[in-house]
């Protein structure tokens, strides 16, 4: 099973160079090259060249099946109830703000990033109608943070599976903290946003017109989300304490059975089956360069314990912590993995190759401890850094620059910065 899943695993490498951007060749190529010179210096045979590929193909199995979670919202038209939601008795911009965070909240902690584009498509014609000064601004803010809160607790999230993969930590044990640390982000999102940003305008003619075009209630289509989401956490947990699979292999094996006996309570169980095959035969060729820099990064990442250097990455990490102490060196790690993601490096790419050099009972930190500053520095990431994929998909929907939004973030990744920091403290 092994030697196929390395032959699968590099022919989908020489599949997506051709057909990858420039920069992510020239990662991917970093990786193959640095992995393979480990190698060398090692003395491997080609069997452990061939061997090494494979490494992080879990994880693009998780993100091949993950989207199929938005096709019974789709099918069910819940948008819709989002947009109808949004269009309720709200006095102005700071209760639309809240309103909005919260439902893009809900909706990342089962759908993953299919959650942004839906909140989105919702939002800009309310907002049109709104009377905010930076509408554009005020929808790619208030989606991404709201999306990028839950990834550091729900069972969909690539990062909590990868960290824990790699740390071998139960989710269930970080699951209080992470939730708790994810509620109260979301509630100093809505004073930060009342203090620099709401304006207390009142609500446009346009909106009343919305209102009235559109009068069927809401609640009973939202309410069905939510048991959806309750039902698939449960399901997960259940499924990962029985079996002991691991978070990822029981979302991946879960997530397309949950999806269609969803669309078939709702009435759709035809309809899934042509929703999910376009929507796999779309998108599956679009990634290219998730194959091809998630199989390079984990080729780097076997090649670095194979050879032994993942060691010496750990010497270099346990002395930096004897320097430092174990409070700085942790609260250095969020700030070090945002510039690393201004410099290219995704966030669970990163997340992977730490796992790997990172060892808590070697460098003395506690495991949680250390998970849930891999896992925060990773949310910081997708909130503020150019390359993490959220920001990338934003842009590709508004064609604002990523480095743009980015700053159009910044206040909001501060605070959650802060907190971050005092979780780690407390911890």
Known sequence: MGSLLSALSLLAVLGSLPASGWVTRLLATLFLVSGSWMLFQHGASWLDYFGAFGEMAYLLALFVVLPVCS????????????????????????QLNCLVTTLAYICGSFMSLAAVPIMMASMEPVVRAYPIQHKERFIAVSTAYGYALPILWTPVSGVVGVVLYTLHVEWLMLFPVLFALSIVCLLANWLIYYFIEADGGTVAAEVANLRESDAASPLPRLLEMVLAIVLLIVGLALLEYWLHLGLITAVTLLVIPFALAWSLVIGRGQAFYAEAGMQMATRLPRMADQFLIFLSAGFFARAMHLSGFDHTANLLFLHWHEDLGTIPFLLLMPPMAL?????????LVMMALLGESLKPEVLGINSTQLAVTMIGSAVLTYMAGPFSGTLGLVQSINHVSTFRLSLWNAPYALGYLLLLAVTIVLL
Not at 73 to 90: C, E, F, N
Not at 339 to 347: E, Q, T, Y
């Open 339 to 347: 510039l690393a993601s201004f410099l290219g490096m995704h966030p």
């Open 71 to 94: 096709v019974p919202v789709k099918l069910g038209g819940y948008s819709q109830a989002i947009q109808t939601v949004l269009l309720g008795r709200i006095g102005g911009a700071f």
